[in-house]
């Protein structure tokens, strides 16, 4: 079965928003990860190929020990400054929680890259 796989060899380094704040409350509305990733998405004019919704590689959505979270791709600060500033002020604005975290790279399983060939 083709599957993607992560993968240890390689390393991300970003920031971890957390859908909580300062305060411990939950932050509103439920979808504000993906809602960020849009405006991202905007500001730095990349659309993957298949998706029906805007994404980029620079921000995703995750959830993290129940929380929901954005992981803000380090690049993203280089690519487009703007955004990354961005991305920060919206953070700051709403007292979310920024962690510097890495995650780990994605790969695809050596069948399915054959398959995509």
Same mark, same amino acid.
């Given at each position: 079965?083709?599957r993607?796989?992560?993968?240890?060899?390689?390393?991300?380094s970003?920031?971890?928003i957390?859908?909580?704040?300062?305060?411990?409350k939950?932050?509103?509305?439920?979808?504000?990860?993906? !809602?960020?990733?849009?405006?991202?998405? =905007?500001? &730095?004019? $990349?659309r993957?190929?298949? #998706?029906?919704?805007? +994404?980029?590689r %620079?921000?995703?959505?995750?959830?993290?020990?129940?929380?929901k979270?954005l992981?803000v791709?380090d690049?993203?600060?280089?690519?487009?400054?703007?955004a990354?500033?961005?991305?920060? !002020?919206?953070?700051?604005?709403?007292? =979310?929680? &920024?962690? $510097?975290?890495?995650a780990? #790279?994605?790969?695809v +399983?050596?069948? %399915?890259?054959?398959?995509?060939?």
């Amino acid at each position: 079965m083709d599957r993607i796989n992560l993968t240890t060899q390689g390393q991300i380094s970003g920031y971890l928003i957390k859908g909580i704040t300062h305060r411990q409350k939950v932050f509103r509305p439920g979808d504000w990860g993906e !809602r960020l990733m849009g405006v991202i998405t =905007l500001f &730095v004019g $990349e659309r993957r190929p298949g #998706l029906h919704i805007a +994404s980029t590689r %620079l921000a995703m959505p995750i959830v993290s020990g129940g929380i929901k979270c954005l992981f803000v791709s380090d690049e993203l600060r280089s690519i487009c400054p703007d955004a990354f500033e961005f991305v920060m !002020r919206f953070a700051a604005d709403n007292e =979310l929680p &920024v962690d $510097e975290q890495t995650a780990p #790279l994605f790969s695809v +399983s050596p069948s %399915l890259a054959r398959a995509q060939a």
